[in-house]
């Protein structure tokens, strides 16, 4: 029997096709598969996938995005069509790394981005926060189903009364590299108690499962190992861009609490979405919250230019998302 592909091929979850890729180069030589969507000189926009997942799980949002903005998606090392590296390649410091390569080879000289991050993706954007290549080329950020420490002990994929008991059996799934097997209903199951909500459909759920399961079980324990010990609070408190942040009310895995922690530590807050019974997979539960947060933040701190070049102001309140209709009512929060 052939083995599925790493991603669902049709539907609105399929990844499109880009308009160019290439490969970015870490400064430890890792390298990095990236695709460019849209058009050229439109405002840009790079995101950065989380744990487990691929260019691909960012389908959605790319689709709604791409008619009018440069879209960048990149696999992290490991992920997707990025080679794995070495036990030593893994580390929030390579994180930053991979994301500046990425931003110097796909913007050009004096553009600049919303970067936008979900899970481990957001984590990338707290950990290059002292990066001056980040201050220079992003004009903005979102931050989306993301914490900055103690992921073991706040998950509630393990619903243990004990903060102790949480921790230790929620970093044995985060080291864990036993094979997750085939895409099966049982499989599926799993995955969506996990990490979506309740309300997710059979083709979310598909899509989410496709990506996840496609991951290299020791990618997966080499990148939870780092996880689990993950410390970022410090670089949440310097990271210097206007930022949002996104988060579902149902989330398992970064529940609602690292969100508002993270809105209490940003020097430049610009708003808390919460999205009403989604799961930790906002961009594909959800994916119109995501890329219309993502247009406001475009709006507002590259004026719209359509050139991508334009300095953010760092003033003014946080935008709502123009979300299309039809989608679940949302809860704004701003600072």
Same mark, same amino acid.
Do not use: N
């Given at each position: 029997?052939?083995?599925?592909? =790493?991603?669902?091929?049709?539907?609105?979850? =399929?990844?499109?096709?880009?308009?160019?890729?290439?490969?970015?180069?870490?400064?430890?030589?890792? @390298?990095?598969?990236?695709?460019?969507?849209?058009?050229? *000189?439109? %405002?840009?926009?790079?995101?950065?996938?989380?744990?487990?997942?691929?260019?691909?799980?960012? #389908?959605?949002?790319?689709?709604?995005?791409?008619?009018?903005?440069?879209?960048?998606?990149?696999?992290?090392?490991?992920?997707?069509?990025?080679?794995? #590296?070495?036990?030593?390649?893994?580390?929030?410091?390579?994180?930053?790394? &991979?994301?500046?390569?990425?931003?110097? =080879?796909?913007?050009?000289?004096? $553009?600049?981005?919303?970067?936008?991050?979900? *899970?481990?993706?957001?984590?990338?954007?707290?950990?290059?926060?002292?990066?001056?290549?980040?201050?220079?080329?992003? /004009?903005?950020?979102? !931050?989306?189903?993301?914490?900055?420490?103690?992921?073991?002990?706040?998950?509630?994929?393990?619903?243990?009364? *004990?903060?102790?008991?949480?921790?230790?059996?929620?970093?044995?799934?985060?080291?864990?590299?036993?094979?997750?097997?085939?895409?099966? %209903?049982? /499989?599926?199951?799993?995955?969506?108690?996990?990490?979506?909500?309740?309300?997710?459909? =059979?083709?979310?759920?598909?899509?989410?499962? @496709?990506?996840?399961?496609?991951?290299?079980?020791?990618?997966?324990?080499?990148?939870?190992?780092?996880?689990?010990?993950?410390?970022?609070?410090?670089?949440? *408190?310097?990271?210097?861009? %206007?930022?949002?942040?996104?988060?579902?009310?149902? &989330?398992? !895995?970064?529940?609602?609490?690292?969100?508002?922690? !993270?809105?209490?530590?940003?020097?430049?807050?610009?708003?808390?979405? $919460?999205?009403?019974?989604?799961?930790?997979?906002?961009?594909?539960?959800?994916?119109?919250?995501?890329?219309?947060?993502?247009? /406001? !933040?475009?709006?507002?701190?590259?004026?719209?230019?359509?050139?991508?070049?334009?300095?953010?102001?760092?003033?003014?309140?946080? /935008?709502?998302?123009?979300? %299309?209709?039809?989608?679940?009512?949302?809860? $704004?929060?701003?600072?």
């Amino acid at each position: 029997m052939s083995r599925r592909p =790493a991603h669902v091929t049709s539907g609105p979850y =399929a990844p499109p096709v880009p308009r160019t890729t290439l490969t970015a180069t870490s400064a430890d030589g890792a @390298r990095l598969y990236t695709e460019v969507h849209g058009p050229e *000189s439109a %405002p840009a926009v790079v995101l950065a996938h989380g744990w487990t997942c691929s260019t691909a799980f960012w #389908a959605p949002v790319v689709r709604e995005l791409a008619t009018d903005h440069k879209v960048v998606v990149y696999d992290q090392r490991g992920h997707g069509r990025s080679p794995a #590296a070495g036990p030593a390649g893994h580390s929030t410091h390579v994180l930053a790394d &991979d994301l500046v390569a990425v931003l110097e =080879a796909t913007l050009e000289a004096g $553009e600049r981005a919303v970067v936008g991050g979900h *899970s481990m993706g957001g984590m990338t954007i707290m950990a290059a926060a002292e990066r001056p290549q980040l201050r220079e080329r992003a /004009a903005a950020a979102l !931050l989306c189903s993301t914490g900055s420490a103690d992921l073991p002990a706040e998950s509630r994929v393990f619903p243990l009364r *004990s903060p102790q008991g949480r921790r230790r059996a929620h970093r044995l799934l985060l080291r864990s590299r036993a094979p997750l097997g085939p895409v099966s %209903p049982l /499989a599926k199951r799993a995955l969506k108690y996990a990490t979506m909500g309740p309300g997710a459909t =059979a083709e979310q759920i598909e899509a989410c499962a @496709r990506i996840v399961h496609a991951c290299p079980a020791g990618v997966r324990a080499r990148w939870g190992t780092v996880l689990a010990g993950l410390e970022l609070t410090g670089g949440v *408190s310097r990271l210097e861009l %206007p930022t949002a942040v996104l988060a579902g009310t149902a &989330d398992r !895995l970064t529940p609602l609490v690292h969100a508002r922690r !993270l809105a209490s530590v940003l020097p430049d807050f610009r708003g808390l979405t $919460e999205l009403p019974g989604l799961g930790h997979m906002t961009p594909i539960e959800d994916p119109g919250a995501v890329s219309g947060r993502l247009r /406001a !933040l475009v709006q507002d701190h590259l004026h719209g230019t359509g050139t991508g070049t334009g300095t953010g102001t760092g003033s003014g309140p946080a /935008a709502t998302a123009e979300v %299309p209709s039809g989608t679940r009512q949302k809860k $704004e929060k701003t600072a």
